[in-house]
């Protein structure tokens, strides 16, 4: 039942329902708060958006968003849509309106304007959106050249402009110098300045993209405008004197200058002559450079102009000096030069351009000259020391020119010659054990070898590279006599150089070979006599330590002992000092060795024994006693009992027995 139908009902008289009545008043209020008649209900169906004429249009068509609103009411319809429009979600129109229809139109339609495009509804509380509609607009406005000026001077500023005035968006402005890109510009306006110092006649043309709409492309290029520049500085004039046919140490002069043309000297011009990167000579208009002629001095040479308009100009020569001889070379001899042997160092060039020409040579050493003016240019040392090392060069002069030529240095190694090397042990020589045995130099260039001799066979050969550096070899030996085998080889400049040590000469210690424990007075001893106890070593060198031990325990002996034995004396025993005993030997070797065990018994001394004799004596004499008197009494009761029967017997047995 609708609205109407109850409205009758409202004015009658008759009991209605309290539950009616409740949902019939919150029903009314509801639609009343909402400004809605009490008799409409809307809902929104679907929301259609439709791109026109296409969703894919050329650059410049106009462009019509249509946004419907599909719904469904029970009478009346809604009298107010607020609507948006958005791109990319983002909303690029918004409009309240009456109807459920709205146009949304595009002049003009860009490659700014492509996107996806959605419309959004709000209906009286209630909202929706359509799906969402690619529109892609093909194409980009052909932009516009213009510059400021289209003839200058040379080295003045020109400012050039890039537009697209029907675009919208974010661009890349790229500008085209005689074809080759020349800058780019970003910016948010459809328009784009460069300024640059123009030096010679160009043509320029550019281009743009939309960053917003990659999928768009590149615009087709601009217009092409051509720059004109005339000239306002003329290629500096450079000579060379002599011109030609320069040979080492002939004078040698350069000029640079700027032209003489009227045309050119409105301004100040800067002159700049250079060699590579280093400037010889500047100055304003007109330089020169004088010097003597060197090798070193052939190549090119650049004369460079400059004016008030930043406007660079150059002329360049090649310069060719003829050698007037090579650099010297130093060799010595030999290659390798030994303490105390004799070398020598020659001075001498390869090739002069006059054979009859005379040198004179200097070799030095460091910066102290060994000769002066030698024309043989050689020098010789007899007998070289440690102090000759060092780094060597010389010198050559030609006679009738300035010329003057240094070697590359060499350095001069002198080779020390090996010390006779010492020997000796690390740590302690043990038979049978391994030990380290030591060979070092005191002198002699690196690398040493050295060799460990045993007898005349060699044992095994190290080499060491740094000075004083000791050589290690780890060897072993069955007796004492054998450390003397044992002699140490040196050499680092071959055979000759071979120094021998003298024989090794070191303390070897022996490990005791056994350990035994004699007893003195044993090994049965009664009690109150003495007891001697000997731990004797087998072997070994001295000092030789004992440990005494009785039951597995170690007792401490009496301070009575030799080199190879110890004595502990006890003076007079009782029956705790027997037991099983043994001892122990070691010393550096580190090797113990220990004896067989020994059982020593304590006997009752002599006087014990014979009071206990004697006590069995008396003992056994007690015992006799006893048994003879007892025997005795029995005797003796046997024959009173007899008397007493026969004196009875004739009165009756009965009182006798009494009896």
Known sequence: MDLQSQAPLLGRTQRTPLGMKTYFLLAVILATLQGLPINSVFTINNVNLTVLPSSVVNSGTNVTLQCFVDLSVTNNRPNSFEYNFLNNDVVVYSKSHSENVLLYQIASARASTSGNYKCRV?????????????????????????????????????????????????????????????TQVRTTNNVAKVQMKLKESASFYCNFQVMTVPDAGTSNNSNTLSITTTESLKEPIMEIHPSHNIIEGDALTIVCRSSTDPRFQAGAVKIFLRKGDKILKAGNGSVSHSMIAQADDSGEYECKAENERRVRKSAKKILRVTELFSKPVLVQSPAEIDEGKPFNLTCHVENKIFPDMQLKYTIYKNITALTSGSPDGSYTNDRPTLDDEGFYHCSAVAEFKPINKTSKEIFLKVHTLVSTPTIAVSGNVILNKPFSVVCRSDRGSVPISYTLMRGSEAFKTLAVWTALEPAH???????????????????????????????????????????ELQLITGPDVAEGQ???????????????????????????????????????????????????????????????????????????????????????????LAIAAFCVIWHKSRAAKKDTAAELSVGCWPRGGRACLAV
């Open 122 to 182: 709000k209906v009286e509380g209630t909202d929706d959106q359509s799906n969402s509609e690619k529109l892609k607009v093909l194409g980009l406005q052909t932009p516009i050249l213009s510059v400021s000026k289209h003839s200058i001077l040379e080295g003045d500023n020109v400012t050039l402009n890039c537009s697209a005035p029907l675009e919208t968006g974010s661009f890349i402005f790229t500008f085209y110098k005689n074809s080759v890109e020349y």
């Open 473 to 515: 070899f780890t060897v072993t030996i069955k007796t004492k006599e054998e450390i003397r085998d044992f002699t140490c080889e040196a050499q680092n400049r071959g055979p000759s150089s071979v120094r021998t040590s003298a024989a090794l000469n070191a303390s070897v210690i022996e490990p005791v070979s056994s350990a």
């Open 530 to 620: 003495s007891l001697t106890l000997q731990c004797q070593a087998v072997g070994g060198t001295l000092p030789i330590e004992f440990h005494f031990y009785k039951g597995g325990q170690e007792f401490q002996p009496d301070p009575d002992k030799s080199g190879r034995h110890w004595s502990h004396i006890i003076k007079a025993v009782t029956r705790e000092d027997s037991g099983t005993y043994y001892c122990d030997a070691t010393n550096r070797a580190g090797e113990t060795r220990s004896s067989a065990k020994l059982t020593v018994n304590v006997t009752l001394a002599l006087w014990k024994l014979a009071l206990i004799g004697l006590f069995c004596v008396l003992l056994l």
